[in-house]
């Protein structure tokens, strides 16, 4: 009997212990698993001024489809890319390199840089240099055109961000198209009437800021921007251009600076009322345009070579509320604010040659939707 009594005390402890140590890996588990959700961070980041480092969060982390990964990565590689970044509430989530590129080395954004001209632009009437509703002339003088002075009148520097001065674009002669001699500036209809993409109305922003200012363009836009949120590259002199270039994160700040709505980390850079004006339709021929921003899921859209409105959003398979700075040969910063993304492309031309706009926005949505959905 009392080795009976011996035996189930026995087995009783054993029990207990068996439990024990089963509870106690059940509770670490839990608790590793309440660990792992709860070092996923959800507050904005702002990679430091001057510094390399940058916080990095992975796509298990996100919950993101790892299996299609590998697939993103060859069709960006086939597809002529350089560099490719994701950020996610700031940080970077995938950063990958091709043919030949690296972290260090520069691009060109080619029109993507119009986005950083459209903000320098919002900064100079911040600062109460000028006012975009005022007339351009106000600013380049009253020759910078070959219209009449009443034709000229009708133009404002509004008008230059939205692409829609009714000057002649000649988009089938592109020296006249990407000239800026008063010769080049032509009337085709009155300003505010007709969308056009035009190089040469563009450039003259720059001087719009320059003459408003007093400073050269380059160095008021590196003092107000460039340097303020820790990006690098420069404005370089081509023929009848000047273009932006950096290294691919530089691409990355301005496109979070642009997510947090014109503000890098406490210090507001361009103002509420303006950025919320550029990231909007600014007129109503293209629906998809505001201040040299591209605009996804509006009604209708125009392209670059071309006066026809095309019914439907401008990237099908990207987020409705998706806005872009986009460039020849593919440059792209995409900004999604509902999921807190920044995703930036550039690279040579993965297709036929755009000037913004192209098929192979949709076509890289689809790979980028097949893995963070």
């Known amino acids: 009997m009392l080795k009976q009594i011996i035996t189930m005390k026995k087995h009783v402890f054993l029990l207990f212990i068996a439990t024990s140590i089963l509870f106690s890996a059940c509770s670490k588990d839990t608790e590793s698993k309440e660990k792992e959700k709860e070092v996923i961070p ?30 993103l990565y060859d069709y960006l590689e086939t597809k002529n890319s350089k560099g490719f970044i994701i950020l996610k509430n700031g940080r970077i989530v995938i950063e990958k390199y091709f043919n030949g590129h690296s972290q260090n080395k520069e691009w060109n954004w080619y029109s993507a840089g119009k986005t950083l001209v459209s903000s320098t632009i919002g900064i100079a009437q911040e600062e109460g240099y000028l006012s975009i509703t005022n007339k351009s002339s106000d600013y380049l003088g009253a020759e910078w055109s070959s219209l009449t002075t009443e034709q000229q009148d009708l133009i404002t520097v509004k008008n230059h961000l939205s692409m829609s001065t009714g000057l002649n674009d000649y988009v089938e002669q592109t020296l006249k198209w990407i000239c800026t001699s008063p010769s080049c500036f032509d009337y085709e209809a009155d300003a505010g009437t007709r969308w056009a993409y035009h190089q040469g109305a563009f450039t003259k922003l720059k001087d719009v800021v320059a003459n408003a200012t007093g400073t050269n363009f380059n160095t008021y836009f ?51 009322n303006y950025f919320d004006a550029m990231v909007n339709t600014s007129q109503d021929i293209n629906k998809s345009y505001g201040y040299l921003w591209w605009l996804n899921g509006k009604e ?26 986009l460039g020849a040969d593919d440059q792209k910063i995409y900004v999604v604010p509902s999921k807190d993304l920044v995703i930036v492309r550039c690279g040579e031309s993965a297709e036929e040659m755009q000037l913004g706009p192209s098929s192979f926005d949709n076509e890289l949505w689809g790979k980028i939707n097949a893995v963070i959905n």
Do not use: C, H
């Not at 990095?56 to 299996?67: A, G, R, S």
């Open 42 to 71: 959800t507050e904005i980041y702002f990679p430091e001024i001057g510094s390399a480092t940058w916080e990095t969060i992975t796509p298990k982390q996100l919950n993101w489809n790892e299996d299609n990964l590998q697939g």
């Open 222 to 272: 590196y003092s107000k921007i460039r340097d303020k949120i820790g990006m690098n590259g420069s404005w370089n002199e081509l023929t009848l251009l000047t273009l932006y270039s950096s290294d691919t994160r530089s691409m990355a700040r301005w496109g979070l600076l642009i997510e947090n709505e014109g503000v890098w980390d406490s210090e507001t850079i361009i103002s509420k």
């Open 300 to 325: 209708s859209y125009m392209g670059t070579t071309s006066q026809e409105v095309i019914t439907g959003s401008l990237v099908p398979s990207a987020p409705d509320d998706m806005f872009a700075a």
